[in-house]
């Protein structure tokens, strides 16, 4: 692997996580992509983010652990030099439409022919074959494309988008990290690379598997936002507090949702059935009113600890300082103070050591990344000269 080259830098060692040694080369993009190098950075790989000229860095804060490279590759120099640096790379992860990189003579023929190890990783949309392939679109296309979104809002109103983390970052940029860890493992029997085709249409309708599968089950035979599971059920779905706050109820099982009903103070007897569809409305009136009557912290002093399935609807702040997560030191905070989620899931042995420097900003390693990648002096300096890349060191806080 390109980590245990001789002559390497000593940034592709660092500790023992799982992916040390792999050097990845990630082309820059938006959300899904930098999503996909940011996981596999701080499980260890080393990861070069290959900027654009006149780009203003990483606008989706996903570059934790990442070096800068800019690099012109619309230009047939630029396109050169990526060429070797993929030559010597485990990954590339470009997040391009179809005919993109075939259009600057960097297509996956051309770079598997220099590299029969490289895992080529493309990440986009609707795929790279089919109709969609070389249209634009967003979060909410690819949930629609896929017919998750048709399963997602209240009753009675539009499919409305879980903010953009399903399609983007679930179908897409995590659906990619698993295509790349696939990719490495098979590698160690064949020692040959391949061709990731990760898509967020795809990515998400695997994700609702569960959905599909299920569909005929009654479980999702009622219209939108009136079944179990998608806030339908007076034991599935939130409540307001007296304070304005919410918890969170998934009382399915019986035994979870007698103490459901304890908590609350009500008693079964005087209730319709749990599983009496025709009366759900109803009941969720009853069971807001009942949580309207107390505080948020009120609701926790009596739920939690118990297997009343009741929780806290939690801000980004309160998650933070949950007991629970501090306990399990859940979150990290970087050397300028930003807070963010620890790499998960946890392992054992070689767990992520997610970086806690600043964010690097855009060519900050280029002449760095171009040595370590068999670069002369020379070399950089005639590609300096042509602007076919750019080195940017930051300014000092004074």
Not at 86 to 115: H, S, T, W
Not at 180 to 196: M, W, Y
Not at 205 to 212: C, E, G, I, M, V
Not at 306 to 314: F, S
Request: net charge neutral; proline share 6%; with cysteine.
């Amino acid at each position: 692997m390109v980590g245990a080259e001789p002559g390497r830098s000593p940034f592709a060692l660092g500790p023992a996580m799982a992916l040390r040694g792999i050097s990845v080369v990630e082309l820059a993009g938006l959300a899904p992509g930098p999503f996909c190098g940011m996981v596999l950075a701080d499980f260890g790989a080393q990861v070069v983010r290959v900027d654009r000229p006149g780009s203003v860095g990483d606008v989706s804060r996903l570059a934790r652990g990442k070096r800068s490279l800019v690099l012109d590759l619309k230009r047939p120099a630029g396109a050169t030099v990526l060429r070797r640096l993929c030559a010597r790379a485990d990954v590339l992860l470009e997040p391009f439409r179809c005919g993109v990189m075939e259009k600057l003579q960097l297509g996956p023929e051309i770079l598997l022919k220099d590299n029969p190890k490289l895992i080529y990783a493309r990440l986009s949309g609707f795929g790279h074959s089919g109709s969609f392939s070389k249209v634009a679109g967003h979060d909410i296309n690819y949930l629609a494309l896929s017919g998750v979104l048709s399963k997602i809002g209240q009753s009675g109103e539009n499919p409305y988008p879980p903010l953009n983390l399903l399609a983007d970052f679930g179908g897409g940029g995590l659906m990619c990290t698993l295509g790349i860890l696939l990719a490495l493992f098979e590698r160690t029997r064949s020692g040959l690379g391949q061709v990731i085709d990760a898509n967020m249409v795809e990515g998400t309708a695997y994700l609702s598997s569960f959905l599909w599968k299920t569909q005929h089950m009654g479980l999702w035979d009622q219209p939108r936002g009136q079944n179990m599971l998608d806030g339908g059920a007076p034991f599935y779905t939130t409540y307001k507090t007296s304070d304005g706050a919410f918890m969170a109820v998934g009382a399915i099982e019986p035994q979870f949702y007698k103490l459901l009903l304890k908590g609350l103070g009500l008693k079964s007897d005087e209730l319709p059935a749990q599983m009496s569809v025709a009366d759900w409305l109803e009941m969720k009136k009853k069971f807001a009113d009942v949580f309207a009557k107390k505080t948020k912290a009120e609701w926790c002093q009596i739920f939690d600890g118990t297997d009343a399935c009741v929780t806290p609807v939690l801000t980004f702040e309160e998650a933070l300082h949950h007991s629970h997560n501090k306990e399990r030191a859940s979150f990290i905070t970087d050397e300028e103070q930003h807070v963010s989620p620890r790499p998960a899931p946890q392992l054992s042995r070689t767990p992520a050591v997610p970086s806690t420097k600043r964010d690097s900003s855009e060519g900050e390693h280029t002449e760095e990344v171009l040595r370590e990648f068999g670069f002369s002096q020379e070399e950089i300096s005639q590609l300096h000269s042509e602007r076919i890349i750019e080195s940017k060191k930051p300014k000092a806080n004074l």
